[in-house]
């Protein structure tokens, strides 16, 4: 919410933010949504965000970007969207939105960009930058030179604070909303388990281990390793997936995590 025109979220792995700028994209599409449901002309002024992940972004850029480049790509992002959208209007969109200004950019894991193809990212976002109302980027410590390229007026540096352990007894408290026995397990079982309750400080970590003790009656693993390992098994097996997604038997998978090895 805040009115600096350019942000840059830099923090660890799991620490929430991917979550944080789809959030930010989908409460921006909400408000602009309702916007011009109650205003018969707002789509004129209203804000249109886009959420891309930077990789994908430098992927489809040539080696020296131009604006009719980008363009295109933000154009094809849109149709990504909302698949309804013809060429001709996603490219109008894509031009109006950037020449009044309107576009509110979320750019997820510049750390994630392969280095070869750094150069042209950074350029894209330079003109990016200037051409949006607002941009946000998240990624690692390792881009804070990167983002200097491309934030050349400036930006504002913000990190995502690890959970509190009152954070993480709410977080599952929430998790296990109607299943408190659950949710006084794991407790319990964290406050037995100082590298595992310090392993749960991580966002993404603590809900796998809620995960975990959703999918599984059995006790959860008792070590930082252990639980890991038991997170990855889960990963590779496809389980976590989503409802009638494929999967694969846990032995296969600790195949795979050993192939990996």
């Known amino acids: 919410q805040t009115a600096v025109g350019s942000v840059a979220f830099v923090s660890g792995p799991g620490t929430g933010k991917s979550w944080l700028v789809s959030h930010h994209a989908a409460s921006v ?9 109650s205003q018969p002309f707002a789509w004129r002024t ?20 131009q604006q009719e480049d980008i363009e295109k790509i933000i154009a094809e992002a849109m149709r990504g969207i ?24 979320c750019v997820d ?11 042209r990212l950074q350029k894209a976002l330079r003109f990016l930058h200037t051409a949006s109302k607002q941009m946000l ?8 030179r990167m983002l200097g390229e491309i934030f050349v007026a400036g930006y504002q540096q913000l990190a995502l604070a690890p959970f509190t352990r009152g954070d993480v007894t709410r977080f599952t408290r929430s998790w296990f909303q109607g299943r408190d026995q659950d949710s006084q397990r794991v407790l319990a079982h964290l406050q037995q388990n100082p590298a595992v309750a310090d392993l749960a400080r991580t966002p993404l970590i603590a809900a796998c281990i809620c995960r975990l003790r959703f999918d599984s009656q059995h006790d959860l693993p008792r070590t930082r390793v252990r639980i890991l390992y038991a997170v990855l098994v889960h990963l590779l097996s496809g389980q976590w997936r989503g409802a009638g997604a494929a999967s694969t038997p846990p032995a296969d998978a600790q195949g795979r995590l050993t192939a990996l090895g």
């Open 46 to 65: 209203a804000e249109v965000p886009l959420l891309l992940e930077a990789a994908y972004l430098a992927r489809r850029l040539p080696d020296d970007p």
């Open 109 to 119: 894991g510049l750390d994630e960009v392969p280095a070869p193809l750094r150069l």
């Open 137 to 144: 980027c998240t990624g690692r410590p390792s881009i804070s």
């Open 29 to 37: 599409a909400r408000r602009s949504f309702d916007q011009v449901q």
């Open 82 to 105: 909302d698949p309804h959208l013809s060429s001709a209007n996603s490219t109008a969109l894509a031009q109006e939105g950037l020449r009044r200004r309107g576009l509110i950019l």
